[in-house]
């Protein structure tokens, strides 16, 4: 009898060659990829509310990302390399969102990626840990090498063991009530000090203005975050 060896696929909705628009990383040309799926919320109109329950997130209400399945493109972490180069060109800078990327982003994509020569960042709402989306098959843990967390669930809900960036969406999150949860805020070398990326990101839409004032006024109040600009918005790049 054969054995059969089934090669995961990833779900992805789309990969597109764009400018990073936010964040430590803002203005770098990237490779985005979509992955299909969020853990939140199942991405269709009907369910929001209900999922908004279920969750206890907000996000649900109003998120405007289409991570849905139709449309789709079932890819072996290979051939996502591949097309990832293909759209890319010279870049090898790449960004895995969603949805919630960590739920399908594994071990072998991360050396997949590698091998194709990408520095890979991640964009997660910290529900996942890094621990359950990267161990390999040999107890290895293979993360990405940045990782950027803009929760949607209180701190006491975050299994997220670290990140790089943490980025609050002002007004509906605020530095006060991410305190624990900013401690795991892995620190980098800036000017020859240890600093840690903290954001506040004004909300994009009708509350946009009030937002950014917010945004500035707690910063100043809260000088170790910074407010983050969405620049592609502002250069006008999709
Ligand atoms: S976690 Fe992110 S992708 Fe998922 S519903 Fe919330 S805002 Fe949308």
């Known amino acids: 009898m054969g054995v059969s060896t089934r090669v995961k696929q990833y779900a992805v909705k789309a990969v597109w060659r764009t400018l990073q628009g936010e964040g430590a990383w803002s203005g770098r040309a990237a490779v985005f990829v979509r992955f299909v799926g969020c853990n939140l919320w199942s991405g269709y109109e009907a369910d929001r509310t209900r999922d908004a329950e279920r ?14 399945k139709e449309g789709a493109t079932r890819f072996t972490a290979e051939a996502l390399a591949t097309e990832m180069q293909r759209v890319g060109g010279p870049i090898r800078f790449c960004v895995l969102t969603g949805g ?23 964009e997660t709402n ?34 997220l063991e670290h990140c790089d960036e943490l980025k609050l969406v ?30 506040l990101q004004p909300e994009d839409g009708p509350r946009l203005a009030d937002a950014t004032a917010l945004a500035v006024e ?5 000088p170790a975050w910074r407010v983050s600009v ?4 502002v250069l006008g790049v999709e």
């Open 100 to 122: 919630e990327p960590l739920l399908q982003a594994d071990a072998a994509l991360i050396d997949s990626l590698h091998a194709a020569g990408f520095e890979v960042a991640v």
């Open 55 to 68: 969750s206890g997130a907000d996000c649900p209400l109003w998120c405007d990302t289409d991570f849905t």
């Open 126 to 159: 910290g529900t996942v840990t890094l621990a359950d989306a990267f161990t390999d098959v040999d107890d290895t843990l293979v993360p990405p090498d940045w990782i950027v967390c803009s929760p949607k669930l209180p701190e006491d809900r975050l299994v």
């Open 170 to 199: 002002v007004p509906d999150y605020r530095p006060e009530d991410y305190t624990s949860f900013a401690e795991r805020v892995r620190p980098h070398t800036v000017g020859g000090r240890k600093r840690q990326w903290l954001w």
């Open 218 to 222: 707690t910063t100043l109040a809260h």
């Open 230 to 233: 969405q620049t592609h918005k």
